[in-house]
């Protein structure tokens, strides 16, 4: 009898020290997926763009190491939601998400356009009247559209489509950042003209966890470091000008 109980003793011991353990597990997790304009791609050698950049630099000042999880948009979304650990970006705050995110550190203010290669689109109003919108499957601009009663929406989870329709289909527009119409200059720009419309809205970017967001000395030393770079515009400046 007592060495069920000294079992069960010990059982009930190591239970508690692992669940704690999954709690307070140190570490700093960026979830994402890939973006256009040279912001983030998965290459041989990892993570690379714009984003990685800056995050590289924010650790070396934090004096911690990051990890990526590169996963389509609408899974990134769903599992950073649900962990208490991951840090997902680029995240845009809006009214349906404000409860069911923590927002941790903003990176910055992008502004908005409607990109597409016949004619130029300056409105909502002038987009709801086109053959089809595209956005990001999951993402803060379908539902900003939705919102506004769009029923033209093409949803992609795969980046490559955007030059696939754009080159194929009249009077059709891409809802998101102005800079993201950079990604399409070169080849495609050679046969197909990019018009970027008038910015028709800004959105605030954050590095955001889930609802249930657990900290940590590493990550907060990061999240301190992210929020003393990103207002000197240094990643802002090159989403801007040096994207591609």
Partial sequence: MKIRTLCLSLFLILNVNNSAWADDHSGVTLVSTELMSGLLEKTENGVEGIYPDFFAQAASKAEVTIDYRIVPWSRAVLETEKSKE??????????????RFSWLAKLWEVPICFISSTQPMNSFEEAKRAEGIMVWRGSSHQQKLVELGFANLIHFDDPRLVKRVLSRRDNVAWYTPCNEGLSLFGPFNAEHPIIIGKVVDNEEVWLAGGHNYLSSDERQRFLNAVSELAPEGTLRRRILIEGR
């Fill in 86 to 99: 991951y840090l997902l970006f680029p995240l845009t705050r809006t009214t349906e998400r404000e409860e």
